[in-house]
C-alpha cells in the first residue's frame, strides 16, 4: 500500500488501484477503481481540493434515493409540530416520491424539479403547489446541510403566481346562517369561532374541562391536529382565557346536554364525529362546512373567515388592540390589524362625518363668527 500527504492508493489482485481517505472520521473508499496508481492519486487531489473549498459531499449521497432521503429529512427535526409532519407526509406520498422517490439524489435536476413543478400547477391551485415545493426544497436543503449533495436541483424554479388569500367577508347575519345550516352538532363551533375567534383546530381541540359556563369562561390549551391528536397551540400566546357572553354560555350548555357531556369527564372532546371519534379536518370541511357553506349562500368562506369577523368586530367595537391580540392569541398586536381587522362601512362612514366636521364644521362657524364681527364692527 502506498501511502500520501492525504489518502491512501493500493494496488488491488486484478492489477487496477484503489483509493480511500479518511474525513470526518469516517474512511470513505471510492466507488469505482483506477487502472494506474497515478488516476487514483489525482481523484484523491481532487477530493483533498473540494474538502478545503467546502464543495465536499459525502459519496453515500450518490448512492442515496430521493425515498431514503425522505426518510431522513422527516426524522431530523423532533421538535415539529405533528399536524406539519401529517401534512408533509402526505404530500410526500402522494405528490412527491410517486414521481422522483426512486431517482437517486444526483441524478435530479433543477429541469426535473420544474416539470413536476408544471405537473402539480396543471391540477392544482398556485397556493398548493408552492406548499408542496416548500417540502420539495426543504428536503433537498436538508441533503446539502448534510453533505449528500453540493447544491440543490431547487434552484432558479418558476412558480405560478399566488394571488392574495381569499377572504370573505361575513357579517352577522352571515354567521346567523351559517349557524342555521351546518349540522347542529357543530353549530356551537360556528359561534365560538365568531364570537371568540377561535381557529377551527382550537375549536375542535376543545375539552369540556376547557369549559366552565358557571364562570362564563372558556380556556384554550390544546388544538387538535390534521394528524387528529391533541397537542400544543400555535404559539405560546395561544394559551388563553376568555371571557365569553351568557348567550354563548346557553349554547354551550345546550350543546353539552343534547350530546351528554359531563364535568365527570373533563378530557372528552366537546366536538366529535358521530362515532364519538376527534374530527377530521379535511373530511368535516368536505361533509360539514362546505354544505352549509352552500346552504347559507355563502360559498368560498372559510371557518377562518369566522375569526376575521371576530376580530373585525372587536376593532369596530372600539376594543383596544391589546384585548383583542390577547383574545385572538397574536403575538404580535400589528397582525391583529395588518391581518384581520378590516374596515367596515359603517366605520368608514363614520370617520368620513368626523373629518367633515373637523374640516367642514368648523371652518363656516369660523367664518360665520368672522361675518358677524364684521357686521357688528
Known sequence: MSRRHFGSVR??????????????????????????????????????????????????????????LADRWKAHDPSKRSSTKARDETILRLHILPTLGERRLREVTPADVQQIINEWAETQAPRTVDRHYDVLRAMFAYAVRSEWLSRTPCRNIKLPKVTGTRRRALSVEDVVALAQSIDPRYTAMVWLGAVLGLRWAEAAGLTVGSLDLLRNTVTVTLQLGRDRQLGDPKSDAGRRQFAIPQELSEILAAHMATNQLTGAEPDRLVFTTPQGQPLDYSHWRLRQWLPATAKAGLEGAGFHDLRRANATTLVAEGIDVKTAQTRLGHADPRTTLAIYARAVPESDRAAAAALGRAFFQRTQRSRTDRARGTKSG
Open 11 to 68: 494496488k488491488l489482485p486484478s492489477g487496477r488501484y484503489q483509493a480511500s481517505y479518511w474525513h470526518q472520521a469516517v474512511r470513505h473508499t471510492a466507488v469505482e477503481t483506477f487502472v494506474s496508481k497515478g488516476d487514483a492519486q489525482r481523484w484523491l487531489s481532487n477530493i483533498e481540493t473540494t474538502i478545503h473549498r467546502g464543495e465536499w459531499v459525502d459519496p453515500a449521497g450518490g448512492r442515496m434515493t430521493v425515498s431514503d
